[in-house]
């Protein structure tokens, strides 16, 4: 089925562990995305990638960090959890930068004690 | 102050009632707007986008842009049960470039 996996669906997590989010999209899609879902605020970007080996820096960057070494996989981790980091979290992709169409996958729920 | 201010709801309307939604924003570069839905504990998914100001429809949908009032509205008619969701409005534009900003979200509950 084409589109967009995340593992995992859920994790508890100690602050100060470290956790990789992973996410594959089968869509050859050129540009990906990680988002953050708090209650009011929406969805917040973290990182992006216009294409595979580049990334940057979204609205709320810091205490993540993403790679992107082919088209399909584009990860992120969190180096030393905190539990402000208690989020919900989607990977999207679009087929090119800044199309506005971007398929989300079915996100990460993420508790960190 | 938020980029895009949007009421969280919940809004509850009968079924086959007309459903507002509006957006707010501030940021006068913002060019490109969408809708998009979210059903719970899914994904975001593409419902409606438009580029002007003016009114777009799609089957029970309408998008409604005022670029110099910065509004923008999404309108449901004859709503269903199965309309409930929260749905999300986003922009882009200006020095945000390709990046999309997005509104809080408002849950709509539809009750047959």
Redesign the interface.
Known sequence: IAG?TQAPTSQILAAGRRMTLRCTQDMRHNAMYWYRQDL??????IH?S?TAGTTGK??VPDGYSVSRANTDDFPLTLASAVPSQTSVY?C?SSPL??T????????TRLTVL | QKEVEQDPGPLSVPEGAIVSLNCTYSNSAFQYFMWYRQYSRKGPELLMYTYSSGNKEDGRFTAQVDKSSKYISLFIRDSQPSDSATYLCAMRGGAAGNKLTFGGGTRVLVKP
């Open positions: 967009i009011g605020l929406g969805l917040r970007l992006y216009n979204g609205e989607f999207a930068p800044g506005d169409t971007q398929y989300f996958g079915p996100g």
